[in-house]
């Protein structure tokens, strides 16, 4: 007796393709994750609040993935249940503690699974490429219903065409360098990089390919010292066309963080395995950034959910698991940041409204647990001042001469207002809000202009982002040319970035790391009246890349919004405010 699974089959970009008139070969391998029940899962939230509430005595009492393990880990009887029946079935199994990785040639995995496999290629290389569960069911046997939650790695990922991403932009306007971020954001000179904090950016399949030297460049057209100290995850990458979003990635957490540690994290397939890959490694970066994000309703599937249905799969039940993996991973103190999207409230998947106006939130930008980044572009309407930079790609005689904005009003990033991209926010329709973002939003909810959206989204939803930065013609090295990029892939590095400079500041001061960073945020801006952000007020996200055609959006508003969260960082302010809840709590606590 068999019961069909929940086969988590992420829908893959445009740039993934099937290979036509390929037959398969039963000697050739694929590897898939088996995600299994786990334990304590409410022990895990609780933790989290407590290390994460800078109010709290347990702030920053970080856990080690050993003791995550030992606290979560699959009852050892179930776990060997589900490995006995893989390794029977001819897959080689790694238990990563609640989740399975295993490995297995196409015959073998057929067995297993009950499927049949085709190839899909990216951008019509057969270098690079996946094996996707083609035809038939997933199936297992009835011991395994109550074990096993779902299998994942069965088809492509999300990528950069269908994903968040950067546009190609000219640079007919202001440029943004790691000093207008310094500039804007008020990151005063004694706020600088330490080598101990390690800061990362995320990869996924088809994006593991960057330039070192083009790194180089970059970092001496800016004035930083921008170097990869390492590369993490999979490092056996096959040969594959330099990756555009991977070294503005690169590129900006290294140029705004500058002096940390620099690491890229090559993820094998998507946010759970990723999240895996973290909970499993010898040693974890302190930040990790992706600049990824993908329809929450086709995290399997289809903008309807057919397909969904059709297989049996479930979104809400991969990314109500995902989220406790990913609050684990903040658990061991590491800060994850993730871009809201480049397509407005509608997102990609209905980029015109041709199916109905309701909002498509993304994920993982929707969970609670990562911090989500909005973007943000200089004002058209507005002077921008390119005067006395100091930034020696923007000096006289040089590529962006008078062309490096300084200083200028900031308003959401929008195609409307030849943004190139524009920022995606919204609600969840699968995860509930968190009571510490509870009272931002309800004001916001409570604004006349929001109440016109009526129906349009779960009010009872997750809010995001929650911060934003600059996402609009960033300079960036590519294959040795220079390019402009926007999108919220450079506000989301950017960010990340900033957040390294936090560390380094703690780090310095012996102090713990911010780790999972929402709570701080939230209670930063409640202290301080929203006083350690620059409140963005002007804009909508109703637009896509596409165009306007999608008639209702979410509106810029004094305090939390959806379209920019909390609103764009005053660094100087951020620090002085957090030291003087460290003080509070050293001197309540005495830790």
Sequence with gaps: SSLLLLLQVVQGSLLWKLKEGYDVRGDELVTFTVAMQGTNHEKVEQLLN????????????????????????????????????????????????????????????????????????????????????????????????????????????????????????????????????????????????????????????????????????????????????????????????????????????????????????????????????????????????????????QQCGGVTGAECKEIGASNDVYINRTNIELQKVGLMGVTLLSASGDSGCHGRTDEM???????????????????TVGGTQFSPKDPVNTENATTPICQQGQQFANQCAMSGTEIVCSSETKGAITSGGGFSNV??????????????????????????????????????????????????????ESGTSASTPTMAGIVGLLNAHRAKRALPKVGFLNPLLYTLYNRTNGAVFNDITVGS?????????????????PGWDAATGLGTPNVGRIIAAMDELDNERLKKFGN
Excluded at 176 to 189: D, G, H, L, S
Excluded at 242 to 264: P, R
Excluded at 356 to 363: I, L, S
Aim: proline share 5%; net charge negative.
């Design 431 to 484: 995860i509930a809000r968190q009571s510490w973002q509870d009272s931002v939003v309800q004001q916001y909810l409570n604004n006349d202009v929001t109440k016109k959206m009526d129906k349009l989204f779960n009010p009872n939803g997750q809010g995001y982002p929650d911060i934003s930065a600059l996402a609009h013609n960033f300079y960036i090295e590519i294959n040795g040319n220079i390019g402009a």
């Design 353 to 371: 409204c041709f199916f109905k106006p309701k909002t498509h939130p993304d994920y993982p930008a929707s969970s609670p647990f990562i911090t």
């Design 541 to 557: 996200n109703r637009c896509t890349e596409s165009g306007c055609e999608c008639k209702n959006g979410f509106e810029a508003a």
């Design 50 to 297: 407590e290390v994460s509430n800078p109010l709290s005595q347990q702030y920053g009492q970080y856990m080690t993935a050993a003791e995550l393990h030992e606290l979560t880990k699959t009852n050892e009887k179930d776990a060997h249940v589900v490995v006995s029946y893989f390794e029977e079935n001819g897959c080689i199994c790694v238990n990563l503690g609640s989740s399975l990785r295993c490995k297995a040639s196409v015959s073998m995995a057929t067995k297993a699974l009950g499927v049949e496999f085709a190839v899909y290629e990216y951008n019509d290389s057969d270098i690079l490429k996946v094996y996707k569960a083609d035809e038939g069911k997933v199936t297992l046997p009835e011991e395994l219903w109550e074990i096993v939650e779902f299998i994942s790695g069965l088809s492509p990922p999300p990528l950069t065409a269908k994903g968040t991403s950067f546009t190609h932009t000219n640079a007919e306007s202001q440029i943004v360098v790691p000093e207008t971020i310094r500039k804007m954001y008020n990151i005063t000179a004694d706020a600088t990089g330490f080598q101990p904090v390690v800061q990362s950016v995320a990869t996924f399949p088809g994006n593991w390919n960057t330039s070192l030297s083009d790194l180089h460049t970059f970092g001496v057209n800016v004035g930083s010292s921008c170097v990869l100290n390492a590369t993490k995850g999979n490092t056996d990458v096959p040969p594959q066309p330099l990756s555009v979003e991977t070294a503005l990635d690169i590129q900006y957490l290294s140029g705004v963080g500058n002096g940390n540690t620099n690491w890229i994290w090559n993820s094998q397939h998507w946010i759970f395995e990723l999240t895996q890959e973290l909970l499993n490694a010898s040693e974890v970066p302190t930040i990790v950034s992706m600049s990824y994000a993908w329809s929450e309703a």
